[in-house]
């Protein structure tokens, strides 16, 4: 079964800083690999995703991630952040033979301080 | 626009009570999904269904059963709530078939069992 670490609990960055929040998965082969962000009081929000072909991938916000199969990371990164991402982010995987489900990342949350 | 709502976004129920959680989709998707979120757990998956009056076990089913008799509506119950149950259920939905899709997610309710 797949599984997903996220090491950061709790990160902090100034406002215009660049962001790095770290994923890694274990599965037996390239999953589909999600992260979502969650601001407080909502639902989940799809930021970008990958299945197959480059390995970096753009998303909404101005946030990238970059798949490595060699180190089994999915790392969300955007070069500098707004006080509106100040939120919970989320990464997930899905089994690549579709099972539709998702496994996810127990969290990171994000401060921004001005 | 995609469209998953939940019946309450807060609730307040006394231990031992029946207690449902709705969730409604827009989208004509065949896949839909139940999940509780905790602090330091992220999301795990109770119960999903991939077709109306078709359920399946998820992570953590135990305490939980569900209920979908349409394909727009899928329900969480909780036939006997206790206050471990205490927490924020998210409902999901997905268009079945196509893996490069993702799950679209409701607003969440807030359950809070005294």
């Known amino acids: 079964a797949q599984s997903v670490t996220q090491p950061d609990i709790h990160i902090t960055v100034s406002e215009g800083a660049s962001l790095e929040l770290r994923c890694n998965y274990s599965?037996?082969?390239?999953?589909?690999l999600f992260w979502y962000v969650q601001s407080p009081g909502q639902g989940l929000q799809l930021l970008l995703k990958?299945?197959?072909?480059?390995?970096l991938v753009q998303g909404i916000k101005g946030f990238e991630a970059e798949f490595k199969r060699s180190q089994s990371s999915f790392n969300l990164r955007k070069p500098s952040v707004h006080w509106s991402d100040a939120a919970e982010y989320f990464c997930?995987?899905?089994?690549?033979?579709?099972?539709?489900?998702?496994?996810f990342g127990t969290g990171t949350r994000l401060t921004i301080i001005p | 626009d995609v469209k998953v709502t939940q019946s309450s976004r807060y609730l307040v129920k006394r231990t031992g009570e029946k207690v449902f959680l709705e969730c409604v989709q827009d989208?004509?998707?065949?896949?839909m999904f139940w999940y509780r979120q905790d602090p330091g757990l992220g999301l795990r998956l109770i119960y999903f269904?991939?077709?109306?009056?078709?359920?399946e076990k998820g992570d953590i089913p135990e305490g939980y059963s569900v209920s979908r008799e349409k394909k727009e509506r899928f329900s969480l119950i909780l036939e006997s709530a206790s206050t471990n149950q205490t927490s924020m259920y998210l409902c999901a939905s997905k268009l079945a078939g196509l893996s490069t899709d993702t799950q679209y997610f409701g607003p969440g309710t807030r359950l809070t069992v005294l």
């Open positions: 989208m004509d998707h065949e896949n």
């Open positions: 997930a995987v899905e089994a690549n033979f579709g099972n539709e489900k998702l496994t």
């Open positions: 269904s991939y077709d109306v009056k078709m359920k």
């Open positions: 599965y037996g082969a390239t999953p589909y």
């Open positions: 990958y299945f197959s072909g480059d390995t």
